[in-house]
T-cell receptor
């Protein structure tokens, strides 16, 4: 069964304190791994797509990496506005478009 | 930047009543989706829709659910006879050749 597990569930950081969020996945052939940001009361906002092991994507203070079993979202020198829930989702290579989501990591960055 | 819009933002309905959730996908997208998120749980896939027909549906999407694209811009989810357990955030998403983009959801509360 295709599955996504994210850790930690919650993370509290001081402004400027870098850290990483983990997404472990089990899927019968990976077509793509997606990172989304979700603010309270809002829908998931697309951040990155990763397709193959070794791939990296960057956007401002965020960097996403992918291995054959997991992905990391690295946050460098976070700011309070980076506070949100970060969702990881996978799409299987078989004939399907559905995204399978993890439960997310709730990040709080304090000034 | 184009976005997916959903109405209403909050819908309160008596158990057993029919409800229609509305979505306007991004205009040049061809693939449409509904997901739901029960409070404190993962975002779950319900259904995907392409070329005026359902392309995939989950076990959750039983006979009480239906989707329709009544015109060139709207995409709707109908729940025929609502149950208490249908209370959730319902997200519409759309995609072209790239990632799925989500609306901000409709919070459905069943009394």
């Amino acid at each position: 069964e295709d599955q996504v597990t994210q850790s930690p569930e919650a993370l509290r950081l001081q402004e400027g304190e870098s850290s990483s969020l983990n997404c472990s996945y089990t899927v019968s052939g990976l077509r793509g791994l997606f990172w989304y940001r979700q603010d309270p009361g809002k829908g998931p906002e697309f951040l990155f797509t990763l397709y193959s092991a070794g791939e990296e994507k960057e956007k401002e203070r965020l960097k996403a990496t992918l291995t054959k079993k997991e992905s990391f979202l690295h946050i460098t020198a976070p700011k309070p506005e980076d506070s949100a829930t970060y969702l990881c989702a996978v799409q299987a290579i078989r004939n399907t478009d559905k995204l399978i989501f993890g439960t997310g990591t709730r990040l709080q960055v304090f000034p | 930047e184009p976005e997916v819009t959903q109405t209403p933002s909050h819908q309160v309905t008596q158990m057993g009543q029919e409800v229609i959730l509305r979505c306007v996908p991004i205009s040049n997208h061809l693939y449409f989706y509904w997901y739901r998120q029960i409070l404190g749980q993962k975002v779950e896939f319900l259904v995907s829709f392409y070329n005026n027909e359902i392309s995939e549906k989950s076990e959750i999407f039983d006979d009480q659910f239906s989707v329709e694209r009544p015109d060139g811009s709207n995409f709707t989810l109908k729940i025929r006879s609502t149950k208490l357990e249908d209370s959730a955030m319902y997200f519409c998403a759309s995609s072209g050749t790239g990632p799925q983009h989500f609306g901000d959801g409709t919070r459905l509360s069943i009394l």
